[in-house]
């Protein structure tokens, strides 16, 4: 494993490079990561050059060879590593955690920024409606299992958790608890977090919610 | 190969069942189509519960048991019916192909009805600008490949091929010729229509062309 050059593309408060970093912890991956410090005006030229589509964080260079957008980065550190696999072994399992996956990624991360960057009361109320429904979903396809499928912190429970640092802004700016509304969702947040792979990795909510206050002073909306 | 029960739910309109007729046709997958008539307002009993979250077709049916949307249900053929891989061998390969097939997902089709569904000449102006700049990636990473993983046809290709009956009705609404702009995707195009498994997979594009029109009529457009 010593022999593999991994390094990644980063930028602190993206809750997409936060699940990458969450995925190679799990995996046991070390890796140098490179912060990106101003995205908005100032994106790196290794950032530039490493993914000329997106320019987006996270990318990850193994061996110098660029893979971009976080699913897709986790999908590949699973099969270039097999050792502690994340995604399910069958075909059938492996198509129900990619469903999930994929839903997770449409939906969360923008109904989550609705709530926080809505200017008028009903607006907020719209987005917060959504996003419950959306957990909602999720909450039903977790059940009483203790982690997405079963009893392994796997490949969705990685993805969705990487976006949770933000879900205390959320919660602050839509007013509402996640647990008042889904207890087993919110139970399976603070045991994930309990995890020393998603603690180090991801970055403190408080930090996060001062960064939103901060972008919607910006915005003209507090 | 003969034992296995294999269903699609399908739409002979949507874009997104014609991929996965392609794919479905490429590994020599025998399947019963069945297709529903009226998605607007009386989805069938069978797809409200084979599909819950998005109620949409694709869905495959395999041995009874429901593979929603139409990258997953390709990537799961792929993963159950080994023989004629679709995804390249190796995992920076296959990363290469689930990047371009995600820019394709979240881009192509939306993009395409931004044309045909814009009232305004300067929105159709900036969605037929849009619509090709996204073609440009796709081009140049075509480049002078017969097919986007080389020599043979597969994934990102099916991905693609599977969106282009509605291609014809975007030029028209567009007024502009895909091929004026990019004449080694034009000819990428006639190159995979020129496989059975595409031209007996996906609807003429005439039809296509015929339906927007009707949805044109129905939005108060022409």
Redesign the interface.
Known sequence: MGKDDVKLLSMWASPFCMRVKVALAEKDIPYEEILETDLMNDKSDLLVKSNP?HKQVPVLL?DG?P???S???I??LD??WPAKPLLPDC??E??RA??WA??IDRKVYPAGRAIWSSKEQDEVEAAKSNFLEIMM?LDGTLGDKDYFNGDTFGFVDILLIGLTSWFPAYEKYGDFKLEDHYPKLAAWITRSWARETVSESLTNPEKITNFVSMMRKMYGLE
Request: proline content about 0%; aromatic content about 22%; hydrophobic content about 30%.
């Open positions: 589509v193994h060879k893979v971009a957008e699913t897709n980065i999908t590949y099969e270039a075909a059938y492996k198509s990619r469903f994929d839903y979903y």
